[in-house]
């Protein structure tokens, strides 16, 4: 199992990741815009299952391969900070999307079990968060256990971490709803704020090792 250092740094490393604007979380902040918040809430839980079910999968399939192919190992981490830097160029370039959603007005009503589903989808499908698994949790496991047991309970901690951060966001998104719909045009620069960290981030994966 990881040691108490690798532990206290995954966890930093994971809320600090979780804090940058992502498809999970700009999701999240746009159904707690045009949702109740009630829904919002179970499209968070949604979404904390799909992550957790990523990291299921990649603990099947990674051990062998950070193990045997330094040059794999690499490939991925290349491919990962691309796709963060495309994240944060899409969302420049659609930072004005979450301020259509909320000058548009409700949504009608869903049933839980579709909450649940569209969080779940797009948890399950965030490429940020599978590559992040991918690249970054074998780094906090220990060379004396076997790897995929660590990396999913990793990707458990980090599932919960994300389900509070999510629910402590869709709340403030929701009470936050009367203030944004007099200047809706705030989310714009939200946005594009987002945008640019993802491509810091995108930055900082290439060039560290």
Same mark, same amino acid.
């Given at each position: 199992m990881p040691?108490?250092?690798?532990? $206290? $740094?995954?966890?930093?490393?994971?809320?600090?990741?979780?804090?940058?604007? /992502?498809?999970?979380?700009?999701f999240m902040l746009g159904r707690a815009l045009t949702v109740p918040l009630r829904e919002a809430l179970l499209s968070v839980v949604g979404n904390a299952s799909g992550l957790l079910a990523q990291a299921v999968l990649v603990a099947v399939g990674l051990g062998a391969l950070v193990t045997t192919s330094a040059t794999a190992y690499?490939?991925?981490?290349?491919? /990962? $900070?691309?796709?963060?830097?495309?994240? /944060?160029?899409q969302a420049i370039r659609h930072r004005g999307d979450a301020r259509v959603a909320l000058e548009s007005g409700q949504r009608p009503p869903e049933r839980a079990r579709t909450a649940l589903m569209t969080g779940f989808v797009v948890g399950v499908t965030n490429p940020k968060t599978v590559l992040f698994f991918v690249a970054f949790l074998p780094q906090f496991t220990s060379s004396s256990a076997p790897t995929a047991p660590q990396i999913a309970l990793l990707g458990l901690v980090f599932a919960l971490m994300e389900l509070v951060s999510d629910s402590a966001w869709a709340t403030l998104a929701g009470k936050a709803r009367a203030w944004l719909a007099r200047r809706p045009r705030r989310l714009d620069a939200a946005g594009a704020a987002g945008g640019i960290m993802m491509i810091g981030l995108g930055a900082t994966l290439v060039t560290t090792s």
């Open positions: 040691s108490s250092s690798q532990w $206290a $740094a995954f966890l930093v490393a994971s809320f600090l990741f979780i804090q940058v604007p /992502g498809p999970s979380l700009l690499s490939i991925v981490k290349i491919a /990962g $900070a691309a796709y963060v830097v495309w994240l /944060g160029v």
